[in-house]
């Protein structure tokens, strides 16, 4: 058995139990009536519940990332603590070690914390200082002389011939290749967890605040998607990943529960309250596509980096070299998106824009008819599609013409769609009054984003054989959506299923 393992599961755990009594302590008096306080009661709740996150990634694993966490938790409370027996915190204020025993208790549950965390970096100074070479000081002439290494008494490697050596990447190359795709990954994945907290601390303050048991547990949502989007900031350790999935995971099946057996008594009906509930669910499932992609992306961003080391060398043809760049070219149609939202919220509508002369009604019904033709076009494609890939059992391999008609087809569609796009935009901007302006915002927007997304696949060649289908299926897809919304409400006298 390792023994260096012992002291450190001890502090572990030790450190685990002191973070989540002061928790509990911070959840008692959060029940027991300061919930009712102004700004104190959220900040209470916050507090045990960032405690009870740290607190429980502790079990498992305890990186530097981690017990920086905890040292934060101590220190904010321990100065909240000062502050309101002295200056006063958000005018609230207390008197001594009041109220009894939660303040002592509190007080020796972060003085412990901070005690174990100091003794944790004493020790891990004292082992690093032992394990650190001599490297030969102190021998004195007529010494004898060390023994020769492992480096020094191996062979030579025979030389190889240009055609046979092959340079193998370093993990400092490696790790250098990861750090930019992993950065990117890191901070989507704290914005994606960011604004699903932000919902569900919105709506908590909103009302939810006063549904039995729902109300803590957005708060909880809220405050641990906060505490595990901070952390990602700095550091994105296996256990951080597993606590953004453990989050969005929970808040699906909460999602899921809430809308057909109910969550403890509570219920709610379809995509309500908009539009924070579509809202919310677009952030948790950004979230697991992230942490799916995680590892292939960074997987890939090695390979290219080899592929690349390998064509300096000459030794072989570049192959894999743009991977890591096709990877990067993603981040176009997420700008695509990002932008067109942006705009949408930021202009001022203007409703009496025209649609080639036809304002009002008249625009609204125009659009409403080319909106269908549109989609009449997609399905087109997504028939001509199916027939390309040989999913159509009884056609024959489609000539080269289908193919030249599907992109024909396919440049009609954009073209057709952009003086719609135009008049949406400006017209009514992006909007969230209700679930149906939301979706159809939100879509109207996506849907570029996804056209940028599948003409770099098809211009780019190196993508998977399951890249173009999928990208074509979602454009397909989005059009179905913003035809479902809006042409097809308006035509059947501003009614929809479910919207």
């Known amino acids: 058995m390792n023994t260096r393992s ?112 100091a003794i944790w970096q004493a020790s891990e100074a004292r082992r690093h200082r032992r394990a650190r070479p001599t490297g030969g000081q102190g021998r004195h002439e007529g010494d004898p002389a060390p023994p020769p290494s492992v480096s020094q008494t191996r062979p030579e490697p025979l030389p190889q011939s240009a055609g046979h050596a092959r340079p193998v990447i370093g993990s400092a190359d490696a790790e250098s290749a990861r750090r930019l795709p992993a950065l990117a990954l890191r901070l989507a994945l704290a914005a994606t967890l960011a604004a699903s907290g932000y919902i569900h601390a919105q709506l908590y303050i ?36 597993i606590a953004a999935a453990a989050i969005a995971l929970c808040t ?64 072989t043809p570049l192959a894999g070299h743009r991977r890591l760049h096709n990877v990067l070219w993603l981040l176009l149609p997420v700008a695509v998106v990002a932008g067109l939202l ?41 028939v001509l599609a199916l027939w390309i890939y040989g999913r159509l059992p009884a056609l024959q391999t489609a000539p080269h013409r289908v193919r030249t008609t599907h992109r024909l087809i396919g440049l009609t569609a954009f073209l057709l769609s952009l003086p719609i796009a135009r008049h949406c935009i400006t017209a009514y901007g992006v909007q969230f009054t209700d679930t149906r302006v939301a979706l159809h915002s939100l879509t109207g927007c996506f849907l570029y984003g996804a056209f940028v997304a599948k003409v770099i696949v098809v211009r780019h060649r190196r993508w998977p054989r399951w890249a173009l289908p999928l990208a074509g299926g979602t454009l397909v897809t989005a059009i179905a959506l913003i035809w479902y919304a809006a042409p097809l409400w308006y035509l059947n006298g501003l009614q929809a299923p479910g919207l």
């Open 206 to 241: 909103d009302g939810y605040r006063l549904v039995h048991v729902i109300g803590p547990m957005f708060l909880l949502q809220a405050s641990t998607a906060f505490a595990v989007a901070a952390l990602l900031l700095l550091a994105a350790p296996l256990i951080l990943r």
């Open 342 to 382: 942006w705009y949408g919220r930021v202009h001022t509508p203007d409703y009496e824009t025209s649609l080639f002369g036809n304002r009002g009604p008249d625009a609204q019904l125009l659009k409403a008819q080319l909106g269908s033709a549109l989609l009449g076009l997609a399905l087109i494609q997504l």
């Open 6 to 117: 012992l002291p450190a599961l001890a502090l572990r755990l030790a450190l685990a139990a002191t973070l989540a009594a002061s928790g509990y302590i911070h959840a008692q008096l959060y029940i027991d009536g300061y919930r009712s306080v102004h700004v104190i009661g959220p900040m209470f709740l916050l507090q045990a519940s960032t405690a009870f996150a740290v607190a429980a990634l502790l079990l498992l694993a305890a990186p530097l990332i981690l017990r920086t966490a905890a040292a934060a938790i101590a220190l904010c409370t321990l100065i909240g603590f000062a502050a309101s027996r002295t200056t006063g915190l958000f005018g609230f204020s207390e008197n001594g070690l009041q109220p009894a025993p939660q303040a002592l208790l509190s007080l020796i549950a972060e003085t412990l914390t901070l005690l174990i965390l």
């Open 252 to 315: 699906l099946i909460g999602f899921a529960a809430s809308r057909t057996t109910g969550l403890f008594g509570f219920s709610e009906n379809g995509l309500q309250p908009a539009p924070q509930a579509l809202l919310s669910l677009i952030a948790e499932t950004l979230t697991l596509l992230i942490l799916v992609a995680w590892k292939p992306l960074l997987t890939a961003a090695v390979k290219s980096r080899a592929a690349a080391a390998e064509h300096v060398a000459g030794l």
